[in-house]
């Protein structure tokens, strides 16, 4: 039985072959890296933080419940903000909670609401939030999926 050895080869070729074998791993991970962000694994959570950290919101299904989660920063300031949600490829979002900005001052910043009339299991819901100013500027921030349960 013969096994390769990298002792007979010069110095220059062992470079090679471990650049070759480095350049190869750095493609494999940079692959799966890509393939996680376009098709990210499934869970029954899904959460958002915008780049400015000004809130952070995650969506959970709990024992058939849709609970959300939202824990705002000190720095934001808004009247009222606005939970909406639409099943995926179906119609236009709809509000599902209403939160005051007092209501976000009194219990610490940190929020947790049930969605009392979520939709079934079966289907993807997108939820999001709407922030709104006391001058009427709207900002709505990307939607989270919220995936459906599998069987």
Same mark, same amino acid.
């Given at each position: 039985?013969?096994?390769?050895?990298?002792?007979?080869?010069?110095?220059?070729? @062992?470079?090679?072959?471990?650049?070759?074998?480095?350049?190869?791993?750095?493609?494999?991970? $940079?692959?799966?890296?890509?393939?996680?962000?376009?098709?990210? +694994?499934? $869970?029954?959570? $899904?959460?958002?933080? +915008?780049?400015?950290?000004?809130?952070?919101?995650?969506?959970?299904?709990?024992?058939?419940?849709?609970?959300?989660?939202?824990?705002?920063?000190?720095?934001?300031?808004?009247?009222?903000?606005?939970?909406?949600?639409?099943?995926?490829?179906?119609?236009?979002?709809?509000?599902?909670? @209403?939160?005051?900005?007092?209501?976000?001052?009194?219990?610490?910043?940190?929020?947790?609401?049930?969605?009392? @009339?979520?939709?079934?299991?079966?289907?993807?819901?997108?939820?999001?939030?709407?922030?709104?100013?006391?001058?009427?500027?709207?900002?709505?921030? +990307?939607?989270?999926?919220? +995936?459906?349960?599998?069987?």
């Amino acid at each position: 039985m013969q096994f390769f050895t990298l002792s007979g080869i010069g110095c220059k070729s @062992y470079s090679v072959i471990k650049t070759g074998f480095m350049c190869t791993a750095f493609l494999l991970c $940079s692959r799966m890296a890509i393939s996680q962000t376009i098709n990210p +694994p499934q $869970s029954e959570s $899904s959460s958002f933080v +915008p780049v400015d950290s000004e809130f952070i919101m995650q969506v959970s299904r709990i024992n058939n419940e849709v609970v959300i989660s939202i824990t705002f920063n000190d720095s934001l300031v808004f009247d009222y903000a606005a939970i909406e949600r639409k099943a995926e490829f179906n119609g236009e979002f709809s509000q599902c909670k @209403y939160i005051s900005y007092e209501e976000v001052k009194t219990k610490g910043r940190h929020l947790v609401k049930k969605d009392t @009339y979520a939709y079934a299991g079966a289907n993807n819901v997108l939820y999001r939030l709407k922030l709104v100013t006391k001058d009427g500027a709207q900002r709505i921030f +990307p939607a989270i999926n919220l +995936p459906a349960v599998k069987k």
